[in-house]
C-alpha cells in the first residue's frame, strides 16, 4: 500500500468498539502507516495520541462540516483504505469517500437487521468494499440485508491477553464486603441492550438461595440513574454499583462469577475477558454470545428475558463447586480472539481490496 490506512471511529466516548478500534490501529501500525481519525474531544483520539499513533480529527460525525473535514483529509492523505468503525462513522465515510478512489471498508459490532430502502442499499451495499463482521451472527444479518456473502469476512473481537494476565485482583475493601462474600459481577455499559432489568429479577431469588452473594454492576452510561432508582424501588438487596472501571480486568479476578443479561450482542467482549479470567459465566443466548461461550463447556447459556433461568443457571453455578472448576481460560479456541489474530485478519482483507 502506498497511502496510509484511516481508521476512523467518531464515538465520543469509550466502550468496545474504541478499544477495539485501538487495538487493530496499534497492531497495523508495526507494519504499515495508519492515521487514527476521531471527533477532537473524543477518547478515541487522546488514548491513540498517548499510544504514539499519528491522528487526525473532525470537528463532528453529523452534516456537512463533518463530510468536509474528513473529504479534505482524504484527499490530503490519499489512503487506499478508510476503515470505518460504528454507524455513523460508516455514514460520515461513505459521504466523505464519494470519487477518492479509496476502498472502504466497515466493521460491523452489532447483530441488528441492516435497514431497508435505497439510502440504506447506498450506505451498506453500494459503497463497501468490504466488511468485517465480528461473529457469524453479524454475518448472517449483513447477508440478509442484502451483502453479498464474498464481501464479509468474520474477524473475531480481540482482547490484550497479556495485559489481563497481568493484572492483580482489585482492591475492593471500599465496598464493605463481608467475610466469605459471593461476589457476582455485572459489567458492561448501563445501556438498554444490556437488560439490566433481568438481572434485577433474577436477584431476589439468587439471594434468598445464597445469601452470601453480592452482586457488583460495573459500568457508566445513560441509564445509571434511572436503574439505580429501579434498583432502590425493589428493594434489592446487596447491590455494589462500581461505575465505569478502567481495571475492568482486575475486577474480574475478583468476581466468582459473572452474569451477562444483554439483549442482544454482535460477539461481547467481556465474555472473552471473563473466560481469560477463568471466572464462571451464566449468560443470554443471543447474537454471538454461543460463539464465545459454548453451553455446559465453557459457561452456561440461557435464553433471554428469563428470569427464572438466570436464577436457576447462577445457582447451580454457586452450588456445585466442580461447575466453578471446570471453566477455565486454558482452551485452545481462545486463540481466535488475540490482537495477533485480529490483526491479521485485517491485514489479510485488505491485501484482497
Same mark, same amino acid.
Given at each position: 500500500?502506498t497511502g496510509?490506512i484511516?481508521?476512523?471511529?467518531?464515538?465520543?466516548?469509550?466502550?468496545g468498539?474504541?478499544?477495539?478500534?485501538?487495538?487493530l490501529?496499534?497492531? =497495523?501500525a508495526?507494519? /504499515?502507516?495508519v492515521?487514527?481519525?476521531?471527533?477532537e474531544?473524543?477518547?478515541?483520539i487522546?488514548?491513540? /495520541?498517548?499510544?504514539g499513533?499519528e491522528?487526525a480529527?473532525?470537528?463532528t460525525?453529523?452534516?456537512l462540516?463533518?463530510v468536509?473535514?474528513?473529504?479534505?483529509?482524504?484527499?490530503?492523505?490519499?489512503?487506499?483504505?478508510?476503515?470505518?468503525?460504528?454507524s455513523k462513522?460508516?455514514q460520515?465515510?461513505?459521504?466523505?469517500?464519494?470519487?477518492?478512489g479509496?476502498? =472502504?471498508?466497515?466493521?460491523?459490532r452489532?447483530?441488528?437487521p441492516?435497514?431497508?430502502?435505497?439510502v440504506a442499499?447506498w450506505?451498506?451495499?453500494?459503497?463497501?468494499?468490504?466488511?468485517?463482521?465480528?461473529?457469524?451472527?453479524?454475518r448472517?444479518? =449483513?447477508m440478509?440485508?442484502?451483502v453479498p456473502?464474498d464481501r464479509?469476512?468474520v474477524?473475531?473481537s480481540?482482547?490484550?491477553?497479556?495485559a489481563?494476565?497481568?493484572?492483580?485482583?482489585a482492591?475492593?475493601s471500599e465496598?464493605g464486603l463481608?467475610?466469605?462474600?459471593?461476589?457476582v459481577?455485572h459489567?458492561?455499559?448501563l445501556?438498554?441492550?444490556?437488560?439490566?432489568?433481568l438481572?434485577f429479577?433474577?436477584?431476589p431469588?439468587?439471594?434468598?438461595?445464597?445469601?452470601?452473594a453480592h452482586?457488583?454492576i460495573?459500568?457508566?452510561?445513560s441509564?445509571?440513574?434511572e436503574?439505580?432508582?429501579?434498583?432502590?424501588s425493589?428493594s434489592?438487596a446487596?447491590i455494589h454499583w462500581?461505575?465505569f472501571?478502567? &481495571?475492568?480486568?482486575?475486577?474480574?479476578k475478583?468476581?466468582?462469577l459473572?452474569?451477562?443479561?444483554s439483549?442482544?450482542?454482535g460477539?461481547?467482549?467481556?465474555?472473552i475477558q471473563v473466560r481469560?479470567c477463568?471466572?464462571?459465566?451464566v449468560a443470554?443466548?443471543v447474537g454471538?454470545?454461543?460463539?464465545?461461550?459454548?453451553?455446559?463447556?465453557?459457561?452456561?447459556?440461557?435464553q433471554?428475558?428469563?428470569?427464572?433461568?438466570? /436464577?436457576?443457571?447462577?445457582?447451580?453455578?454457586?452450588e456445585d463447586? &466442580?461447575?466453578?472448576?471446570i471453566?477455565t481460560?486454558?482452551s485452545?479456541?481462545?486463540?481466535?480472539?488475540?490482537?495477533?489474530h485480529m490483526?491479521a485478519?485485517y491485514r489479510?482483507?485488505?491485501?484482497?481490496?
Open positions: 500500500m496510509p484511516l481508521q476512523i471511529n467518531t464515538e465520543p466516548g469509550w466502550r468498539g474504541e478499544q477495539q478500534t485501538l487495538h490501529a496499534q497492531g =497495523l508495526e507494519s /504499515a502507516a492515521v487514527v481519525v476521531g471527533l474531544s473524543g477518547a478515541l487522546r488514548r491513540a /495520541a498517548a499510544a499513533l491522528t480529527t473532525v470537528p460525525d453529523r452534516g462540516r463533518g468536509r473535514a474528513l473529504r479534505s483529509l482524504v484527499r490530503s492523505l490519499q489512503p487506499e483504505i478508510v476503515h470505518a468503525h460504528a462513522s460508516h460520515l465515510a461513505r459521504m466523505a469517500g464519494v470519487g477518492s479509496a476502498s =472502504l471498508v466497515v466493521t460491523r452489532v447483530a441488528f441492516l435497514k431497508r430502502g435505497p442499499r450506505k451498506y451495499v453500494r459503497g463497501v468494499a468490504a466488511y468485517g463482521a465480528i461473529s457469524q451472527a453479524v448472517r444479518e =449483513l440478509a440485508g442484502g456473502a464479509i469476512a474477524i473475531p480481540a482482547e490484550d491477553f497479556a489481563i494476565d497481568a493484572a492483580d485482583p482492591d475492593l465496598l463481608p467475610d466469605g462474600a459471593f461476589c459481577l459489567a458492561g455499559a445501556t438498554a441492550e444490556k437488560n439490566h432489568e438481572l429479577a433474577a436477584w431469588d439468587i439471594k434468598a438461595r445464597h445469601p452470601r452482586l457488583l460495573a459500568g457508566a452510561g441509564r445509571e440513574a436503574l439505580k432508582r429501579l434498583a432502590a425493589l434489592l446487596d462500581l461505575g472501571r478502567s &481495571d475492568i480486568h482486575s475486577v474480574i475478583q468476581a466468582d459473572f452474569l451477562n443479561t439483549r442482544s450482542e460477539l461481547c467482549s467481556s465474555l481469560r477463568g471466572v464462571p459465566i443470554t443466548a454471538g454470545v454461543p460463539e464465545v461461550v459454548e453451553d455446559e463447556v465453557s459457561g452456561l447459556l440461557i433471554s428475558d428469563d428470569a427464572s433461568g438466570l /436464577a436457576s443457571a447462577a445457582c447451580r453455578v454457586i463447586r &466442580d461447575m466453578m472448576t471453566r481460560h486454558v485452545s479456541d481462545m486463540d481466535r480472539f488475540t490482537v495477533a490483526v485478519g489479510d482483507l485488505y491485501a484482497q481490496l
